[in-house]
């Protein structure tokens, strides 16, 4: 039986990795005016850092920024699915209004790339599986620097954090962001509840404020964070989205959130360092993962968090 499920599981991916994206149109469309970047440009880069892309975003809850006039024109933020989308799939997950709605969940290229069909320049996934949107299986702390924070600063923040996180047990992972920050991933395997990982994400951020009161704040409010840098924790709860590796941002220059090595983290000079242009060379020098290890880390957050929410 269990060879069986196997085969026809094996057939379903086959079919799935065998759809053809939809034809693009309008690829001479500009979305990034002052890079003379194209709609076909996107869908280049997208269709070329797919079997690094798609890792992150399969299989979850998925919020895209739709730019259809590009970046300088309106650009919206999108969750739930809509009409005309034909290979992006959903799953029907309750909402905090009480109803309930049609988010999108993309399992292959074709869907992916029928998202940038539909002008999506970046693509933000739950740090949960849809088939389990309760349980976290990631935490994200975006570090975002206020005024007057050099990139050095940021730097030093991350490798702080790592640190403590270490003192509980927790392994972490960085990426820029592709805007003026960093983020630290932490992979939990087994996942828990969300309302064990947002209190813990919520306490270790307002711990480093407490900490260090002139490097960090841990509240959104832009007059406390001049000269300081936000530890943002916001990106976790149920609902809640962080950008995904390698997606683009609606930003000039077409940047790129790029995972790093850590090791390599200090030859880094600018969160945006990585655009559409750069990125698929350092993809291929890379070779391995810059995250190797991510998927397969076994690890939870502290018996002292669990206890706390119980």
């Given at each position: 039986a ?15 990795d ?33 079997d ?17 006039g590009g970046i300088?024109?309106a ?9 005309g ?12 209004s ?32 849809a088939?389990?949107p ?5 935490i994200?702390?975006d ?5 007057g924070?050099a ?19 927790l ?20 996942g828990?509840d969300w ?24 509240t ?26 390698f ?21 880094v ?42």
């Open positions: 269990a060879g069986a499920a196997a085969k026809k599981a094996a057939t379903r991916k086959a079919a799935v065998s759809r053809t994206p939809p034809t693009l149109s309008s690829p001479d469309k500009v979305l990034f005016p002052g890079d003379t970047l194209t709609k076909g440009d996107v869908a280049a880069y997208y269709a070329g850092v797919m690094w892309l798609l890792p992150e975003i399969a299989g979850r809850p998925l919020s895209v920024i739709r730019c259809p300088d024109s650009c919206f933020f999108q969750k739930h699915h809509t009409a989308m034909q290979l992006v799939e959903t799953v029907r997950l309750k909402e905090e009480g109803g309930a709605g049609d988010y999108l969940v993309v399992n292959d290229a074709a869907a992916a790339l029928e998202l940038v069909q539909f002008n999506a320049l970046e693509f933000h996934p739950w740090g949960a599986l088939q389990a309760d349980i976290a299986d990631r994200v702390f570090l975002d620097p206020g005024e924070i990139w050095r600063d940021i730097v030093a923040a991350a490798r702080q954090i790592r640190g403590l996180l270490q003192q509980v047990g392994e972490s992972f960085v990426r820029t962001s592709g805007g003026k920050g960093l983020h630290v991933v932490v992979p939990l395997d087994p828990c309302s064990v990982a947002k209190p813990f994400a919520q306490a270790f951020a307002q711990s480093l404020a407490q900490l260090e009161p002139l490097t960090y704040v841990a959104a409010t832009k007059k406390f964070r001049k000269e300081r840098i936000f530890v943002d924790y916001l990106r976790n709860g149920r609902g809640a989205t962080a950008v995904a590796s997606s683009l941002r609606a930003r000039a220059g077409a940047p790129v959130a790029m995972p790093l090595r850590w090791e390599e983290l200090g030859r000079k600018a969160g945006n360092q990585w655009t559409l242009r750069n990125a698929p060379a350092r993809l291929k020098r890379l070779g391995a993962h810059p995250w190797e290890g991510f998927e397969t880390l076994r690890q939870t957050l502290p018996e002292q968090a669990r206890r706390r929410s119980r």
